[in-house]
């Protein structure tokens, strides 16, 4: 009887909420958003005590349930082959078999994991030793650039000695060519 009273006393407030909501629209514009303001504050409240009532009828009613069935219990007469005593096996069974298809399936994705983790080891040695061959390549290169600059400085140098001595050879030749005849 009180919860019916409270919720009709809660229909009427968000009744005349309504109508508060339609005269805030006729306010001057100037007070009409703390007007509107105010209405929004009071519904949120009344939607907060609809909230309080429901979980409050909720409680009522799972506390009467379980009394219910607390007197059911405590008036039952119990019968050395009663069919209602009777355990789910099928029920517990089918959980143990999903649980153990659960079990099965992590082991398979610890197993997989354990596969791609060695096939990434694999692939790191494999790296490595690549790793290290360019390394090897790249100091023969180096080698083989600073060998190609001293080749490359000794023609060069034999380049300024053979223009030098066909310089001498000229002038020798000239200087007996003029001196012999």
Not at 95 to 115: P, V
Not at 132 to 160: C, H, P, W, Y
């Amino acid at each position: 009887v009180v919860e019916n009273e409270v919720q009709a006393r809660i229909d009427n407030i968000f009744s005349n909420l309504e109508r508060l909501e339609i005269l805030s629209s006729k306010e001057p514009p100037n007070k009409r958003q703390s007007a509107k303001l105010r209405v929004d504050q009071l519904k949120y409240d009344a939607q907060h005590l609809q909230t309080a009532l429901r979980n409050f009828q909720q409680r009522r009613y799972l506390r009467e349930q379980q009394e219910r069935q607390r007197e059911e219990l405590l008036a039952r007469t119990f019968t050395t082959n009663d069919s209602d005593t009777t355990i789910p096996i099928d029920e517990t069974l089918q959980f143990n078999e999903s649980l153990q298809s659960a079990h099965r399936g992590m082991d398979e994705l610890i197993g997989s994991g354990t596969n791609i983790l060695a096939g990434l080891r694999d692939q790191r040695v494999t790296l490595k030793g690549t790793h290290k061959k360019i390394l090897d390549v790249a100091n023969m290169l180096g080698l083989s650039n600073t060998v190609m600059r001293l080749i490359e400085k000794r023609a060069f140098q034999d380049k300024f000695l053979m223009l030098g001595g066909m310089a001498v050879t000229c002038l020798i030749m000239f200087l007996v060519v003029q001196y012999l005849t």
